[in-house]
């Protein structure tokens, strides 16, 4: 269902709105470089985050291989990257560039961030801190689309921050409830200011320091492009 959905999208922006591939990121002579760079930030947040909270005393964890399905797992995997790659083709491929052309590129990066986080509020668990963290995950994203200019590192980042939640680390995507197939199970404990209770590690204030640093660094590398 992704496939097709990105699919009727790019029929759409390129047949109605007369838009080339360039002008939706998916002209990237380094791809497979910018798909790299996406997955090392995305792993490097979310694991950074995970720790902390850890070491703060939010999760328990423990060992689940055992228990893993590899084909299943395999499964997963293709998914979180249909998925991710879904996501940011709409809201940064298509939302993003055009706010950014009727506006200005602030615009787009401020809006399709917002509407990013809007798209979450029927999740369980939802609360404000998830909705804030949210939006401020959009505008990582949409950053990395502008600097890079490029669908593929703002997709990579978005599948491997959900896939490391939901099978490596085992706690729950967005308030989604995560499958069983997960090297390890963490279980949220303690502060949920902290571990971000049933939503999961993105309803945590962790998260949003974290989130904040990468945007700072993020503006300033921006600012040269």
Do not use: C
């Amino acid at each position: 269902s992704t496939l097709l959905v990105s699919l009727i999208v790019y029929l759409f922006v390129k047949y109605y709105q007369k838009r080339n591939p360039a002008s939706l990121g998916l002209v990237d002579k380094r791809k497979g470089k910018s798909y790299l760079l996406g997955l090392l930030i995305g792993s490097g947040m979310l694991g950074i985050s995970f720790l902390l909270s850890y070491l703060l005393s939010g999760f328990k964890i423990r060992l689940n291989i055992q228990n893993v399905d590899l084909k299943i797992f395999i499964l997963f995997v293709i998914g979180w990257i249909f998925q991710g790659f879904e996501e940011e083709f709409i809201t940064r491929s298509v939302l993003m560039n055009y706010l950014g052309a009727l506006k200005n590129p602030r615009t787009g990066i401020i809006t399709n961030s917002l509407i990013f986080a809007i798209l979450h509020l029927g999740n369980s668990y939802f609360n404000l801190i998830a909705f804030f963290n949210i939006f401020l995950m959009g505008l990582v994203f949409s950053m990395l689309f502008y600097i890079r200019d490029s669908i593929y590192i703002s997709a990579a980042a978005h599948s491997v921050w959900n896939f490391l939640q939901g099978n490596f680390f085992g706690i729950n995507v967005s308030g989604i409830i995560t499958s069983k197939n997960t090297i390890f199970l963490s279980e949220s404990v303690g502060n949920e200011l902290i571990s971000g209770g049933g939503f999961g590690i993105e309803a945590s204030l962790v998260v949003t320091i974290v989130e904040i640093l990468a945007l700072y660094f993020l503006y300033k590398k921006a600012r040269k492009v």
